[in-house]
């Protein structure tokens, strides 16, 4: 995830170089207290604070290797942090790692489904599978970049759970899950416009004209 | 509707909820029926939405603990004890033991409240009025030892991320043996009132059957799947908060019907007191605050940790970027999981069993739409 962020974060001044010094990038407006203008290289502040990247390890085991072998550069990293492993891949293959470990692996339980957003990131969405093998009691998150747009596959062929899961992620998020059988937005009403946890969605925020049209007030807030 | 149909009926879409005594909250499922056979159902969900997730990233860490609480409003104490293990996970830190004492016993005793609540507004729905009498007096206990302690009975806010901010009060481990005693026997009560009961036994066995491999395939955890057969608890599976010092059964049926999740709820009601005798017989002495600095700030990183709620799985997946609000919190819900097998449950049944059935998978619809 983080490793991601630094292209982002050079990246980002160029567009925004016009406008003058404002290089902090989202992770460094983590840290509020250096106000001395900083250069763009976004990860050399701080030298005492943990580094702006998550300190994983790297993972290793039966699973880890077999996945490797098995999916080739299709999987780009097998990681742990605070002993939970975590298994980054490439966007396509997603649905067939989880299929894998369904059938090979015995993880034949979808925990979750979610979504991060990293707007300034070109894989803007970190797309998130947590499953859980009760035969291993083990637990393992798969991971994948997305762009906004990318329209992952859906995992409902895979496990039946995943329809509402994946609903929520297109409610809140705008990931269109292709193949999915009902997608539609599930918490929030079908004709709302916007995505809640999209970080350029501003926490006070709404649809104003459905608002306004179906529930006769000015505002919600 | 693929099911089969008589050649001239015409199929009847009926709506019940979201107004709706037996729908538990604000839930809306559109019946499609065939006199009175379920051919299928839509949840419309997402009428007590208020954006808890969007709320955490624009609340520090310690501001949003009190959110948690009104999701599963009936178990606060669990939703508390969940977030804040996820952010002790992230900061690396450990309740001290003498907290985790005290997060099992309150956590049990919501354990207890919940299932109350659940059997009462259950049996109320089939049509037995007596026992919700009966299970709010005694929640109602449970309540009061809550409000003692941290002066709320529903929205408790009980923990805090590295331990508990109140000392237990005088005289707490008098009231919860007390609470214990005078519980046990007051279950055998509930159980003599419906057990054996014919009109009950009628109305649950075999309605709302739920497999194993279902339960699996649509993720549904705690009592549903456990009255499926599947021994699983993440007490015992993964324990946490000191579970693992403590002897309790994890009690299953074999049918996963509506009766045997009656039977599996019952039962984990004792398991829950066996449990709070043994945490308040010794409650270790000492600080009940971990090392956690006044402003938290995890490292950039992620977790997911999930505990064993009264309704399931609850798991927080939280991403941190290093400042001091979380980027990224993600509930996941147990009730909201376990409402996406209600249209298995009750396709092919009667209409009069969708009631039972939306009661025996306990949903809370604030946890279901946070």
């Known amino acids: 995830m983080a490793d991601e962020q630094k292209p982002g974060g050079s990246d980002a001044p160029s567009p925004e170089g016009g406008e003058g010094v404002k290089p902090p990038e989202k992770p460094a407006a983590a840290a509020p207290k250096p106000a001395p203008p900083k250069p763009p290289a976004a990860a050399g502040h701080a030298a005492p604070k943990p580094p702006a990247t998550m300190a994983a390890t790297p993972w290793d085991s039966d699973l880890a290797r077999d996945l490797k072998q098995r999916f080739g550069d299709r999987v780009a990293e097998t990681s742990t942090y605070v002993g939970q492993n975590f298994v980054v891949v490439k966007p396509d293959s997603a649905v067939a790692v989880l299929e894998y470990l369904k059938l090979e692996g015995d993880f034949d339980y979808l925990v979750d489904i979610t979504a991060v957003d990293w707007p300034k990131r070109p894989e803007r969405f970190d797309l998130v599978y947590i499953v859980y093998s009760f035969s291993r009691n083990e637990r393992l998150r798969i991971k994948t970049y997305i762009a906004d747009g990318y329209r992952p596959e859906t995992a409902v062929g895979v496990h039946l759970t995943a329809n509402w899961l994946e609903r929520e992620v297109y409610d809140m998020f705008g990931i269109e899950f292709a193949g999915h059988p009902d997608m539609r937005r599930i918490l929030l009403p079908d004709e709302w416009q916007g995505y809640p946890l999209r970080k350029d969605y501003h926490i006070i925020q709404q649809d104003q004209r459905w608002v306004q049209e179906n529930l006769g007030i000015e505002s919600g807030q | ?370």
């Open chain 2, 1 to 370: 509707m693929p099911d089969t149909t008589f050649l001239d009926s015409t199929e009847l879409v009926l709506n019940m909820g979201p107004q709706h005594p037996s729908t538990h909250g604000v839930l809306r499922v559109i019946l499609k029926l065939d006199g009175e056979k379920v051919l299928g159902t839509d949840c419309v969900i997402g009428y007590l939405h208020r954006g808890v997730e969007k709320i955490a990233e624009n609340r520090t860490y310690a501001q949003f603990n009190p959110y948690v609480d009104r999701m599963d409003y009936v178990a606060a104490v669990s939703n508390g004890l969940g977030y804040c293990l996820a952010v002790e996970k992230l900061l690396n830190v450990e309740a001290p033991p003498r907290a985790q004492a005290v997060r099992v016993i309150l956590t049990e005793l919501n354990r207890i409240a919940s299932h109350l609540l659940w059997l009462g507004t259950h049996a109320l729905d089939i049509g037995a009025i007596t026992p919700v009498f009966y299970c709010f007096r005694e929640r109602e206990e449970a309540l009061k030892i809550f409000e003692q302690y941290c002066g709320a009975r529903l929205t408790t806010h009980a923990f805090r991320i590295g331990g508990l901010q109140y000392e237990t009060y005088e005289g707490f481990e008098k009231e919860v043996k007390a609470f214990c005693d005078m519980f046990l026997p007051k279950v055998d009560e509930y159980e003599e009132l419906l057990t054996n009961n014919r009109i009950w036994v009628g109305r649950l066995k075999g309605v709302g059957i739920l497999s194993a491999e279902e339960c699996k395939e649509y993720g549904v955890t705690g009592p549903v799947l456990r009255a499926a057969g599947v021994k699983w608890d993440l007490r015992k599976a993964q324990p946490y908060s000191g579970y693992e010092k403590y002897e309790f059964d994890i009690p299953t049926c074999e049918n996963g019907d509506t009766y045997d999740r009656y039977i599996v709820r019952m039962q984990e009601m004792r398991q829950a007191v066996r449990i709070i005798r043994q945490a308040v017989a010794n409650i270790p002495e000492g600080p009940i605050m971990g090392k956690v600095g006044k402003v938290i700030k995890p490292a950039v990183g992620e977790a997911y940790v999930s505990i064993e709620a009264p309704k399931g799985e609850l798991g927080y997946y939280v991403v941190s970027d290093g400042a001091t609000q979380p980027y990224r919190v993600r509930v996941r819900p147990p009730s909201f999981v376990n409402l996406q097998a209600l249209d298995r449950m009750v396709r092919g049944g009667l209409v009069a069993d969708v009631v039972a059935i939306i009661g025996t998978l306990d949903i809370v619809l604030g946890e279901v739409d946070r």
